[in-house]
């Protein structure tokens, strides 16, 4: 099987319906070796899984030159994925010596410095698409504007969005803008159902742009932790993956989150190749109304009002 693409908006980039986040690159023991990390990815792109998703800050600013590294020893790998990065975020970190307190920056010569940097990290002229990583509340609108426009005018980012942006936000920065926001990359998972009730997805149905979902797994807790609703969601995910095709609560869990209309793209984080096999297959299981609400009712503990 492959996973299958789609386009996330109609002026956006067309994306796997899964994608593959490289946060723990620093500590993925394939990483190491740059022809390794280019095998997991020639593998994954076997399965369809296409679209890599970064950020300048991850594992303390190290990851994207760790992928970069894989891209130079291949480089034919370049025209075959989409790789999305995101700043706005600063950390302090050795990396950044000059940070003394973490920070959001949303300045211009931040955005497009970060991204500068995130290039020539990554190897690549431009990138698929940038994101503004989180709401920065000195965000001078016009300012990131300016940013996102002067580095799509350069050929530097092909598409632009935001991450954990509220619906009025995502606004605001759009309408300082000549070229639509593609996506708002947001937490999303059978344990965190905040953006089917605050707006989020209601917001990208209006806009018609579809969401990518950072863990989509509840950061491994569903699997891990203890606890009556843990339990209760754990029996009713299994009970589910009896009556349909999927082998774990993993592809059902996963499959709930692609089955809303926003049509969300899931950032998948494991390192482990056999694990993201196995989830791929979440593309495959369509759950019916009735076992999504099911699911639904197990993670609020109540049935609907």
Same mark, same amino acid.
């Given at each position: 099987m492959?996973v299958? /693409?789609q386009?996330i908006?109609?002026?956006?980039?067309?994306?796997?319906?899964?994608?593959?986040?490289? !946060?723990?690159?620093?500590?993925?023991?394939? $990483? $190491?070796?740059?022809?390794?990390?280019?095998?997991?990815?020639?593998?994954?792109?076997?399965?369809?899984?296409?679209?890599?998703?970064?950020a300048?800050? =991850?594992? %303390? =600013?190290?990851?994207?030159?760790?992928?970069?590294?894989?891209?130079?020893a /291949?480089?034919?790998l370049?025209?075959r994925?989409?790789?999305v990065? #995101?700043? @706005?975020?600063?950390?302090? #970190?050795? $990396?950044?010596?000059?940070?003394?307190?973490?920070? =959001?920056?949303?300045?211009?010569?931040?955005?497009?410095?970060?991204?500068?940097?995130?290039?020539t990290?990554?190897?690549?002229?431009a990138?698929?698409? =940038?994101?503004?990583?989180?709401?920065?509340?000195?965000?001078?609108?016009?300012?990131?504007?300016?940013?996102?426009?002067?580095l799509?005018?350069? @050929? #530097?980012? #092909?598409s632009?969005?935001?991450?954990?942006?509220?619906?009025?936000?995502?606004?605001?920065?759009?309408?300082?803008?000549?070229?639509?926001?593609?996506?708002?990359q947001?937490?999303?998972s059978?344990?965190?159902?905040?953006?089917?009730?605050?707006?989020?997805?209601?917001?990208?149905?209006?806009?018609?742009v579809s969401?990518?979902? !950072?863990?989509? +797994? %509840?950061?491994? $807790? +569903?699997f891990?932790?203890?606890?009556?609703?843990?339990?209760? +969601? /754990?029996?009713v995910?299994?009970?589910i993956?009896g009556q349909?095709?999927?082998?774990?609560?993993?592809?059902?869990?996963?499959?709930?989150?692609? /089955?809303h209309?926003?049509?969300?793209?899931?950032?998948?984080?494991s390192?482990?190749?056999?694990?993201?096999?196995s989830?791929?297959?979440a593309?495959?299981?369509a759950l019916?109304?009735?076992?999504?609400?099911r699911?639904?009712?197990?993670?609020?503990?109540a049935?609907v009002?």
């Amino acid at each position: 099987m492959t996973v299958s /693409r789609q386009k996330i908006h109609e002026d956006g980039p067309e994306f796997s319906r899964l994608a593959w986040g490289a !946060w723990r690159l620093e500590s993925d023991p394939d $990483a $190491a070796d740059p022809a390794k990390l280019a095998d997991k990815l020639e593998a994954l792109i076997e399965l369809g899984i296409t679209t890599i998703d970064h950020a300048d800050i =991850y594992g %303390g =600013y190290a990851c994207e030159a760790i992928f970069g590294a894989a891209l130079k020893a /291949r480089p034919g790998l370049k025209s075959r994925i989409e790789l999305v990065t #995101k700043a @706005g975020v600063a950390l302090v #970190k050795p $990396a950044r010596p000059n940070h003394v307190v973490k920070h =959001y920056n949303t300045s211009k010569a931040h955005l497009v410095a970060s991204c500068e940097r995130s290039l020539t990290n990554l190897g690549v002229d431009a990138v698929d698409l =940038y994101l503004i990583h989180r709401p920065d509340p000195l965000m001078d609108a016009d300012e990131a504007a300016e940013a996102l426009t002067k580095l799509r005018d350069d @050929g #530097k980012i #092909k598409s632009a969005g935001v991450s954990n942006f509220t619906p009025f936000q995502f606004d605001l920065l759009q309408s300082r803008l000549s070229f639509p926001l593609v996506t708002n990359q947001v937490e999303h998972s059978v344990l965190h159902l905040a953006p089917l009730h605050d707006g989020t997805f209601d917001h990208c149905q209006q806009h018609r742009v579809s969401p990518m979902v !950072w863990s989509p +797994l %509840g950061r491994a $807790a +569903l699997f891990g932790e203890t606890g009556e609703r843990h339990e209760r +969601l /754990r029996k009713v995910l299994e009970e589910i993956a009896g009556q349909t095709d999927a082998a774990d609560i993993a592809q059902v869990a996963l499959a709930f989150i692609l /089955r809303h209309p926003s049509r969300p793209v899931p950032v998948l984080g494991s390192g482990k190749f056999e694990r993201l096999q196995s989830m791929a297959r979440a593309d495959t299981i369509a759950l019916d109304r009735q076992q999504w609400f099911r699911i639904w009712e197990a993670s609020n503990g109540a049935p609907v009002p």
